[in-house]
């Protein structure tokens, strides 16, 4: 609700997670924590839901100012259960508080009394948050078709419908999802289905058959979406897939308790659009990262010297000739992230063979100079492969 945002708050979205990271050492202390700054210094910015991980637990944490005039904040969190997977995709999915579950659920003191004065709840009802704080997010397809399709690859035996407006909080996988499993969720684009945003782009193809123009993809402009009257973007009906062309980055974050710290988070990190990029593993324990990555492109413009840009440019040129330049991803990306796929067993086995809890200098010095070789070669080879789809397709625009 546009009406909750406040002009007195201090703290935004950016602010509170660093906020939690530097003071919290739990996902359920970082909420607590979360709760008493809100309280004190209130919420400056609109309504966002923050998934928030430890080793043991994974939260949903959904905040939104408490009004003009008024310094606070009203939230809820809930945790998600143990073998389950749930979807955070810009739209309120807690409902029902159980007050008594203190185990699953967090909320503000005014979680009740403010919905109520507000006459957002009768008070008899059944009181479910997002119906009163974020309505609205509920009917936005762009964020509860993207809930569907990963509940859908996930769990595609609930067969869930694909237009409901509400799903399952969160809903046990039909099978265990590995790490490349993940990754391929955050870069699907509904493909194969209904709603894939290039259906209708057709032309006659070599044996006859409509099919999709290799013009079309799936990352449209605004304009490219009104050009060819798709229904796509972030109005009220419109169509969004999970991978977006205006992603700045993407992560696959793992937490295993069953490892030093040192060894056992890491930070699968992709730069821009993740359909046409690749994820390199960041060990949470390195000390530094290639100069490219430190080098914010987006503020200081083009440069050979940004690893943003080397992503963007590919995935800008990739989107293009999507039908044929997707080809030219593949053949570069997917052996290049099997590889680190399966490299990760063996540079953790040498990393724990050297492992001193007293003295952990040489196993983060073996992750960090890991962590950054990675880095430096998925860079290289995404200047590589923008430079050939640039210079071997000059003339198919």
Not at 119 to 136: I, S
Not at 158 to 164: E, G, I, T, V
Not at 340 to 363: C, F, S
């Amino acid at each position: 609700r546009s009406s909750l945002q406040s002009d007195l708050g201090l703290i935004d979205c950016q602010r509170l997670c660093t906020l939690m990271l530097e003071r919290c050492s739990t996902a359920r202390q970082a909420i607590h924590v979360a709760g008493e700054l809100l309280k004190t210094y209130g919420w400056i910015d609109a309504g966002e839901c923050l998934t928030i991980a430890d080793k043991q637990e994974v939260w949903h944490l959904e905040i939104l100012g408490s009004g003009k005039g008024n310094k606070g904040a009203v939230w809820a969190a809930q945790r998600v259960p143990d073998e389950h997977i749930s979807v955070n995709a810009n739209a309120s999915t807690i409902k029902e508080i159980d007050t008594a579950n203190k185990d699953y659920f967090m909320y503000s003191y005014n979680v009740f009394s403010l919905a109520l004065d507000s006459g957002w709840w009768d008070g008899k009802e059944l009181f479910r948050f997002c119906y009163a704080y974020a309505p609205a997010s509920r009917a936005l397809l762009a964020a509860r078709r993207r809930e569907w399709r990963v509940f859908d690859l996930l769990a595609p035996s609930l067969k869930l419908d694909p237009n409901m407006e509400n799903y399952p909080f969160s809903v046990k996988p039909d099978t265990l999802v590995s790490l490349e499993r993940m990754m391929n969720v955050f870069k699907d684009y509904y493909e194969g289905t209904e709603y894939d945003l290039r259906k209708n782009i057709t032309v006659k193809g070599d044996s006859g058959k409509m099919v999709i123009s290799p013009l079309a993809n799936p990352f449209m402009s605004v304009d490219e979406l009104r050009l060819h009257k798709v229904n796509g973007g972030w109005h009220h009906l419109g169509e969004r897939n999970i991978a977006v062309r205006f992603t700045m980055y993407g992560t696959v974050i793992q937490c295993r308790d069953w490892l030093p710290d040192e060894v056992g988070g890491v930070v699968w990190f992709a730069l821009d659009n993740v359909a046409s990029s690749v994820y390199v593993p960041i060990y949470c324990s390195v000390t530094d990262l290639p100069s490219t990555y430190k080098t914010d492109g987006r503020k200081t413009g083009f440069s050979r010297d940004a690893a943003w840009w080397a992503f963007n440019r590919l995935g800008t040129l990739s989107a293009q000739r999507w039908g044929t330049f997707r080809k030219e991803l593949d053949k570069t990306w997917i052996p290049f992230q099997k590889k680190l796929l399966e490299n990760q067993a063996t540079i953790e086995k040498q990393a724990l063979d050297i492992y001193n809890p007293k003295k952990t200098a040489k196993t983060i010095k073996l992750l960090t100079d890991y962590s950054m070789e990675w880095c430096n070669k998925a860079v290289d080879a995404a200047w590589d492969l923008g430079d050939y789809i640039w210079t071997t397709y000059d003339g198919y625009w």
